[in-house]
């Protein structure tokens, strides 16, 4: 049965080792399997021709070399690729890798579904099913990789879910990503709606990745209507944690901020948001609203509304970005994924998309 078989990505070569048990030259082929999952991306114990035909055999009987299957591949016309994944069950989740002139990035997910119930973000409202292991985050990576031609240097946590309700798994991928696959911490980049709590845990690592706050208003009263972690933790309380992660890492931090019609994008917040950040070394990245069907008909703000709320930042001596649409073709573009597979694997209705910040 399939199912008894274990996955060795999200083990360290150590571990790799240690479930080869007495076979011979345990260690050297450990160090082997791991080299070809980790470094070199292959996901097949036939492929990895530097191990005896034997072992090989061996392998297929009694491990899995990752633990996720692909459900649906699609490819944007701006090279953008959409993988839907899922490790055997009726759980489907999204990831996306992301070629550039100068890099390759990729959108990972770290739950299936979410619980945080954000407005503007369908997965929140489409529910939450669980966590997903160290294994599958970083099986999402290989799997990418293995359609790239070039290495993917640039992960974000940024697909579906809440990385910090799911640290432990989180903070493992991480350093799978940095001690096996040998990506730079400073490449990694993890993304919050902002739980206190966890932040303070993350920065207690000391790994030197990138945080991101979803902010999106830095006013508690709009964000409330956004976000209802806001009620929680409000915009004060959690930009004071992300000031703290940055004394704490030396990582300048993110604040990603979605641009929606009459609602996030007056001139007002655009002050508020620079008197926030002011003296905290960081970088806002400006998100024009993407369609998603919300029961609020969120729209996305003028070319001409955007320009005026990035000027004022500008002026204000902000350092702030647009982020690049990429993959809207195929409904990879920020806010656009579809958490849906309408064959075997479908748990859901087939109506929420999924949000990726990607």
Not at 13 to 22: D, F, K, Y
Not at 227 to 243: G, Q
Request: charged share 25%; with cysteine; proline share 5%.
């Amino acid at each position: 049965m399939e199912e008894s078989r274990v996955s060795l990505v999200g083990h360290t070569t150590e571990e790799i080792i240690a479930l080869l048990g007495e076979r011979p030259q345990a260690k050297l082929r450990g160090k082997q399997i791991a080299g070809n999952l980790y470094k070199r991306a292959i996901l097949d114990f036939q492929q990895m021709m530097d191990l005896p035909q034997a072992l090989r055999d061996d392998l297929t009987t009694h491990f899995l070399p990752q633990p996720l299957q692909v459900a649906t591949h699609r490819t944007s016309t701006d090279k953008v690729q959409k993988l839907l994944v899922h490790n055997g069950d009726d759980q489907v989740f999204e990831c996306v890798l992301l070629p550039y002139e100068d890099r390759v990035s990729c959108c990972i997910s770290s739950q299936v579904g979410c619980p945080m119930g954000c407005r503007f973000c369908a997965t929140g409202l489409g529910g939450f099913d669980r966590n997903l292991s160290a294994g599958e985050i970083v099986g999402q990576y290989l799997m990418l990789q293995g359609l790239s031609e070039r290495r993917i240097s640039h992960v974000v946590f940024m697909g579906m879910g809440e990385p910090m309700l799911n640290l432990k798994n989180v903070v493992g991928a991480l350093r799978l990503l940095h001690d096996e696959v040998g990506l730079s911490y400073r490449h990694l980049t993890v993304s919050t709606v902002g739980i206190v709590p966890q932040i303070y845990e993350l920065a207690e690592e000391q790994m030197p990745i990138h945080l991101a706050l979803s902010l999106h208003s830095p006013l508690d009263e709009v964000r409330n209507r956004l976000m209802p972690v806001n009620h929680k933790w409000p915009v004060d309380e959690v930009m004071k944690a992300m000031r703290d992660y940055h004394k704490a890492t030396g990582r300048k931090i993110t604040i990603e901020y979605l641009l929606i019609k009459d609602v996030t994008d007056t001139p007002e917040q655009a002050m508020e948001l620079a008197r926030l950040i002011r003296g905290v070394p960081s970088v806002v990245n400006l998100i024009p609203f993407n369609w998603v069907d919300t029961e609020q008909g969120f729209a996305r703000p003028e070319r001409d509304r955007v320009r005026q709320f990035r000027g004022i930042l500008a002026n204000k001596g902000v350092n702030a970005t647009e982020r690049v649409e990429r993959g809207h073709d195929i409904a990879a573009a920020c806010g656009q994924l579809a958490g849906q597979h309408l064959g075997k694997f479908a748990r859901r209705s087939g109506t929420s998309p999924l949000v990726v910040l990607s």
